[in-house]
């Protein structure tokens, strides 16, 4: 095949998946070093209608967008359902995941393993940088929360938007 088409057809694809709520510096390293890696790096915010997020999608969505406009690869999108129906929906081939410690790894590696037995996904494990190792969105919350400083943990315009949803909380 020549043309356009088999250009497409030959990009390097991977997805970033999570819920980004909201999204931390630790995940926008895992992101950024995916981007150097792959031609097309597609992250995938999480639907789960049954755990009620501090951001709705539209707005993880659009923080994780203006968090990654410095990577021209980059394209962000909402799914539900199983992950590998949305790789297999986009051609894509492997899914880029970070690891914290050993405790992620055992759940992972058991989501990798149904991953490609579901449907020959590959999932790539990537070590978090050690000044990210114990972060999580969970944990950000949490301490911005109880006034705690998260500001080396977030994106300035995602401590904005965190401090004012935490504020309208109260």
Known sequence: MTGPESKETELRRAVCPGSFDPITNGHLDIIGRASKLYDVVHVAVMINQSKQGLFTVDERIDLIR???A???NVEVEAFHGLLVDFCKQRDIPAIVKGLR???DFDYE????QMNNGL????TLFVPTNPTYSFLSS???K?????GG???HLVPPFVLEALTERLRKKD
């Open 101 to 103: 410690a050993v405790s």
């Open 109 to 112: 590696l058991q989501m990798a």
């Open 142 to 146: 949490e301490v911005a929360a109880w």
């Open 138 to 140: 969970s944990l950000v």
């Open 149 to 151: 400083d998260v500001s």
């Open 70 to 72: 410095e990577y021209g």
């Open 66 to 68: 203006r968090a990654t």
């Open 119 to 122: 449907s020959g996904v590959e």
